[in-house]
């Protein structure tokens, strides 16, 4: 054996080999070396470069996230309103000057309205052009203790939508611009500012109790309210999911980017909301999680079209680098430009900050969301109502019912079904299968009126407070008992139902004069 490897090893091919490997070996070696000499030298270059700590070279520590942690730019004005909040916040503020300022509230909501307004702690997550916006017209109206979470910084971008920002602003932290300017505006008002990321680990110290300056014989306060203004999906799933689960009352914002008509804008149940692509991925995403519904969003049924803004594509450059998901500055995080109209984050803002302050001070809110791709709907209700109104015609004296027509349109239909009736039956509160129909017989029958057959058509008088919402299988059995029979709707209905069809006909005709 050692002379079989002996005359191997003094073979000419294998002597070769070794020193190809020997020589590649040391020549790597060379190389590695020589790089981290040029890599210390150039490290010891950079440092030199350097200047030395002075009056004009500061030195400031990074967050955590790589942003610079530098305060806001101040002047004199606000270093005095800084002085004048934290003794506010002490309680040292004349409690005249606050309900003169809050005097349009206080009327509105009257004062145990405002009381309650003024007592609540609402948590406000994100700080951007909807959010910033929402923190501004909660603090404006009352809410005395505001906790604001964001991480991120002011940028020059953020200008066109955000509410309190200004230029001297750019580069600092969002919760410490938010603070400083509204302690200009509501020196009372506690602001809890938190520069923090949530997230599954700080989420629970983030929506905790209110502990921040409690005044003499104040205790902790669970949170009243908490929005969500996060345009990031996970973390937005995060925090609706947490407070789901807890019954921490929660609305959340669905996209404003790439939205223009402010029309649109509609407040729902997360399960109803429609032409929202977050809305639809945050929805999905719950669901899996066993949430359906119970959490109230703010969204628009807007469609996307020709012409209209679309989010940026990535550019091919980016793309040949690859792992264009690494673009971000956190992951997980957009890495595209969003198409954002400076006034739709303001009016997402407000209608949840509006959503909040109805809810809070305990004012009715009866929202009209019922016409979202529902023309069909209506469509088909004005049909059924045309038949009804023919049949009632016909049972008349046998009267022509060719070309009749009926004053009501569609408009009127959704106006009658979401505004006057709120999407449900006078008679059982159901939803489902609707139809409309006259309340009472008129007092000379169902005849063609006569004035409009001297313009040669066929019309009968049918005023939209003669007109109820039932479902289909009720609005029968009232044609059949009341409008064809002789039985009057007092002996057919409860007193509560009477009560309840007067209530809604009694708005009707109070709304008609702004019709």
Not at 7 to 36: C, D, E, K, Y
Request: proline share 4%; aromatic share 6%; with cysteine.
């Amino acid at each position: 054996m050692s002379q079989w490897l002996q005359r191997q090893t003094s073979a000419t091919a294998f002597q070769i080999g070794l020193a190809a490997t020997l020589g590649a070996v040391a020549a790597t070696t060379v190389i590695f070396a020589t790089a981290a000499i040029h890599r210390r030298r150039a490290t010891e270059d950079l440092k030199a470069s350097i200047p030395e700590l002075s009056r004009n070279h500061h030195a400031l520590q990074l967050t955590e996230y790589g942003g610079a942690s530098r305060p806001t730019i101040t002047n004199k004005e606000d270093t005095r309103a800084a002085l004048i909040a934290a003794r506010a916040r002490k309680g040292d503020y004349d409690e005249e000057l606050i309900l003169e300022q809050l005097a349009r509230n206080r009327v509105f909501l009257k004062d145990e309205g405002l009381a309650k307004l003024r007592s609540a702690f609402v948590v406000v997550v994100g700080l951007g052009g909807v959010g910033s916006h929402c923190v501004e017209a909660l603090a404006r109206s009352g809410v005395s203790r505001l906790r604001v979470v964001d991480f991120d910084q002011v940028t020059l971008s953020s200008l066109n939508r955000h509410a309190l920002a200004t230029l001297a602003d750019v580069g600092t932290p969002k919760v410490n611009c938010v603070r400083k300017r509204l302690e200009q505006i509501c020196p009372w008002v506690r602001i809890d500012e938190r520069n923090e990321l949530l997230g599954s680990q700080s989420v629970e110290w983030l929506l905790g109790k209110w502990d921040f300056e409690l005044r003499e014989g104040e205790d902790d306060k669970e949170v009243d309210w908490v929005v969500d203004a996060i345009d990031n999906i996970d973390t937005k799933v995060e925090l609706l999911k947490y407070c789901a689960l807890r019954g921490i009352k929660v609305i959340s914002a669905m996209g404003a980017g790439c939205k223009s008509d402010p029309t649109r804008i509609q407040v729902g149940d997360i399960s109803t909301s429609v032409e929202d692509p977050l809305s639809k991925a945050t929805r999905r995403r719950l669901r899996v999680m066993g949430i359906t519904s119970g959490i109230p969003v703010v969204f628009s049924t807007e469609k996307p079209g020709e012409g209209k803004a679309e989010l940026l594509p990535i550019t091919d450059e980016e793309f040949q680098k690859g792992h264009v998901d690494k673009l971000g500055v956190l992951p997980e995080f957009r890495v595209r430009i969003l198409p954002v109209l400076g006034t739709m984050p303001a009016v997402f803002g407000f209608t949840v900050a509006n959503h909040i302050i109805c809810s809070v001070a305990g004012y009715p809110m009866d929202y009209r969301t019922g016409d979202r791709r529902r023309e069909k709907l209506y469509d088909a209700m004005l049909s059924a109502l045309q038949s009804v109104e023919e049949r009632l015609v016909r049972s008349t004296n046998g009267q022509d019912t060719i070309g009749l027509r009926i004053p009501v349109s569609r408009d009127d239909v959704a106006y009658l079904v979401e505004e006057v009736f709120r999407g449900k039956s006078v008679i059982s509160g159901l939803g489902t299968r609707l139809a409309l129909i006259r309340w009472l017989k008129p007092a000379g029958g169902f005849k063609v009126d006569p004035e409009y057959e001297k313009e040669g058509q066929i019309m009968i008088k049918l005023p939209l407070t003669d007109l109820v919402l039932m479902t289909k299988e009720e609005a029968q059995r009232h044609e059949k008992l009341v409008l064809k029979g002789d039985m009057q709707p007092e002996a057919l209905y409860d007193p509560s139902i009477l009560a309840q069809v007067k209530k809604r006909l009694g708005d009707e005709r109070a709304y008609e004069r702004y019709r």
